[in-house]
Structures are given as C-alpha cells and as structure tokens.
C-alpha cells in the first residue's frame, strides 16, 4: 500500500496509539489486501497468491449465508506473538478493528475475525459481545468436534464482555446457530441488526421477545434443558457450513487444493454410493453442513446418503469414486477397488440413510487380499449364493478370508438417536 492510502492508514493506527504490525503486502484482491509477517511459517499451499485466493474462497462461501455487500479487509497473518501484540490483550487469539477493517490473526483464514468484518460490512455498528461473538463462532467449515457448555444463566452472558469468560463464545454460539436454524439465516440477520447495544439482560430480553414473539428463557431451555433419557441437543452440534463451494468431482484425480477447495459439498449420490480414501496417516472427515448431525469418520468410507440432509468432506482426500458399491442385493454390488488400503489400515466405515429397524446389505470385495475379518460382516461367499444357502456364516469372532469375495452385512438404527444416517464398519487385519 502506498501513497495516501497508505498515509491514512498509518495516521489511523498512530492515532489509536498502536504500532502498524510487521508484514509485507502480498497483494491485493476483490475483498483483501493480505500481509504476511516474516515470522509466520506459511504452508506452501497457502504461499503467496494461494493466501489470496484462500481468502476469496472462503468469502465466496460466507457470501451465500450472510449476502454482505463488497468492501476490502486488510489481513495481517501474524505469529502468535505479534497478534499477542497487535490486538493489545494478554489472551487475544486474533482481533479486528472494525473502523479500518482489519484483521490481525495467527491463521488464514481465521473465520471467526473474518465473520465480524462480514458483519461490519452489512452494517457498521456493535451489538453486544454475546451475539456478536455468537455469530463469530457460528459459521465455520473447520471440522472442530462439538463442545459441551454447562447451563449457566444467560443474563450474565448478556451483561458480560466479550474478553471476561469463553461462555460468552461458546454459549453465544450455540445460541445464535440454534436461532438460524430455527427461523433461518434471513431473519436471524435482521434480528441482529436492530439488536440493542446496551448490555442490560432486561433490555435485551425484552427486545428478543418483541422481535421473535418468544422469550430467551423458552429458547435457552429448548437448547439446555433435556426430557429425561433424551439424547442432548448439542451432542453433535458443530458450526454451519455454508456448503457454498462447488461440490466433490467423484469421476477423476482428486485434486487437493486448500486455497480454492479447502472442503467439498457431496454430490447427489443418486441411489449410488461414494468411495473416499484418505491419505496416509489421516482420515475422511464428512461433516454436516448444518451442524447437528453426527460426523462419518475413517480411513476409507462407503457413503450411501441419498436422501440425507446436505454433508460436506473435508480435504486433503485420496481418492474419490461412485458406483453401485452398497447395494441392496448381491447382483447388484459393484466392486469395490481399495480393498487393499482397507485391510493394511484396518477397516471400512459404511453409512446409509438409517432404516426403521434393520436391513442386509451386500459389498463386492473385488480385490485378491488375504486378511482376518474382525466384525462387521455376517457371512462371507465366493458367490452371489446367499439365498440358496451354500455361503459362510461367520461365527462370532475373527475369521480369515482371502478375496475376492461377496460379503453381507447389517444395519440398524439405535433407538432414540435422532439421525437420518446409520454407520457400521467392516474391520479387517492383515
């Protein structure tokens, strides 16, 4: 940045009595002007311009929920210490300053700083830390597992600042998703937008009663106070995904690119099923775009999710593949090509739309292999002969097979657990 621009900026932050953070420009794009600090060690997939185009990314995702209008955010990637000095709190992980819009912060890209600037951006003004932080930590495509805050009484959480507690972060969060998901983002943003600014319990109540014609103790109930034997609300409840991204390519070369597919959408399966391996030493993470439904997670997985509410995967993957791998009959089972990576890593999580009690399902292991099964599987053929009764039901226990062969396996559904999806796995040793 040069000229007066530059002299602006500089006069904003002496003003303020704050040093301008170290950090060469990078450059600049449609939504940023990113600096690096020498002292950052950058991954060479977020390395020069991929820094931008990561942050582009991530605003074309964020746009799709919050629709916030064009404006430029300067986006200081500091190390831990210089954040530390930059924000001017003992405790700060990253900080925003909403007049200069911009964001000082230890990552790229830190959705929760980038989520307030998106906000400043539709309307420049500061409800109070528990919504604003609320809605901070409510959109986030990261994978972080979900939390389990106690029930604390919200009128502190209203009257706090946002640096006093992390209730004010965490509550606020599960509080602001489950007002999203209830009436929709829409309605949350214009709630947000004519929120008081004071941080008085009885006005805030008030305000939130007239706008949404029910009370804050009926909502922080419904997200608390459970019936008894009834699965916690927030027993999977993670952060919205916008699942704005251009969704999984199952039919080529998985292409790993953090900067401009740090996940992927899944594509309708259209009564198929989706083959994805991780690679070596991590794990195939599908996540719920809405937040509240239980992650599918292993080092090879069978999705069968027509049907289903929308999930996303997050990278690196692989390989990624759709066929008839989970079928409803022998004959109908496609082969499974990665049952070698299976076997060496120790077994194949299996997902389908959850049934009523229980249903059979057949898998064609294609692959020459020779393992021990360990569970998961009820009998296990050279052929599609289950029904005449020739195959080979496995007793309980380890079992050595050699493929290629078929096996037939179950699903069930747990009672109570409010899922559209059921999971098993296959497990194998070699």
């Known amino acids: 940045m040069t000229g007066p621009l530059a002299a602006l900026a500089l006069s904003a932050l002496c003003a303020c009595g704050r040093p301008t953070p170290p950090g060469t420009l990078v450059g600049e794009s449609a939504h940023f002007r990113l600096y690096v600090d020498p002292d950052v060690t950058v991954p060479s997939d977020l390395a020069g311009l991929n820094g931008l185009a990561a942050l582009e990314t991530e605003w074309a995702d964020v746009q799709t929920l919050l629709h916030m209008p064009d404006g430029k955010i300067t986006y200081r990637w500091l190390s831990p210490d210089h954040v530390l000095a930059a924000c001017q709190e003992a405790d700060e992980g990253g900080c925003i300053w909403e007049q200069s819009l911009e964001i000082d912060a230890p ?218 791998y989970l079928a409803d009959s022998c004959a109908a089972a496609a082969p499974y090509p990665q049952v070698p990576v299976v076997v060496t890593t120790g077994a194949l999580t299996i997902a389908v739309p959850a049934v009523k009690n229980s249903a059979s399902l057949y898998i064609n292991l294609a692959a020459s292999f020779s393992a021990v099964l360990t569970g998961g599987v009820q009998e296990i053929c050279g052929t599609c002969a289950f029904d005449e009764g020739s195959c080979q039901p496995l007793a309980p226990g380890p079992a050595a097979a050699a493929g290629p062969l078929y096996a037939k396996f179950a699903v069930s559904r747990i009672p109570g657990l409010p899922s559209d999806v059921v999971s098993t796995s296959i497990g194998f040793r070699p």
């Not at 604003?132 to 604390?152: H, L, N, T, W």
């Not at 209830?182 to 009663?209: C, H, I, K």
């Not at 007239?210 to 952060?239: C, M, Q, R």
């Not at 990278?315 to 990624?320: K, Q, S």
Request: negative net charge.
């Open 107 to 324: 990552a790229l890209p830190d959705a929760h700083e980038l989520n307030h600037a998106y906000m400043y951006l539709r309307k420049q003004r500061k409800p109070i830390p528990f919504l604003a932080e609320g809605i901070a930590e409510a959109i986030s495509c990261d994978g972080d597992p979900p939390s389990y805050p106690a029930d604390v009484p919200w009128q502190g959480l209203v009257g706090e600042l946002e640096s006093a507690s992390d209730d004010v972060s965490v509550q606020g969060g599960i509080f602001v998703r489950h007002l999203i998901r209830t009436y929709g983002m829409d309605a949350f943003l214009r709630y947000y937008e004519q929120s008081p600014e004071a941080r008085d319990p009885a006005v805030f109540a008030a305000n939130f009663q007239n706008f949404w014609h029910t009370s804050v103790d009926d909502v922080w109930n419904a997200i608390h106070v459970l019936p008894a034997g009834a699965v916690p609300a927030i027993a999977y409840e993670t952060k919205i995904c916008p699942c704005g991204l251009p969704p999984l390519d199952p039919g080529g070369a998985v292409v790993n690119d953090r900067a401009r597919a740090p996940y992927w959408p899944l594509p309708a399966a259209a009564g198929e099923t989706l083959a994805l391996t991780a690679p070596f030493a991590e794990r195939v993470l599908i996540q719920d775009c809405a937040g509240v439904r239980a992650p599918l997670s292993g080092r090879a997985v069978l999705a069968r999710l027509e049907g289903t509410e929308p999930r996303y995967v997050l990278g690196p993957l692989a390989t990624a593949t759709m066929d008839a």
